[in-house]
């Protein structure tokens, strides 16, 4: 995650979205292969993963989303 601070902060904002069944199966697997203590939190732990990579490696971040059908 970025820094403790922000660790720290206060979750008081609810994102529901919907996924298919292969990809609630590969958050799961990441979910426990990775001993998240929850799905909710494997699910944060995977947005931040993808937000820092992405900003790491913007350029192929881009040909992944320009690749994605529905993002």
Do not use: P
């Amino acid at each position: 995650m970025s820094d403790s601070g922000d660790r720290q902060e206060k979750r008081i904002s609810k994102l529901q979205i919907l996924v298919t069944d292969t990809e609630l199966a590969d958050i799961d697997d990441w979910r426990f292969e990775n001993r998240a203590a929850n799905r909710s939190a494997a699910v944060r732990a995977l947005i931040v993963l993808g937000m820092e990579m992405c900003k790491k490696h913007a350029d192929e971040a881009k040909s992944i989303m320009n690749d994605m059908d529905d993002v």
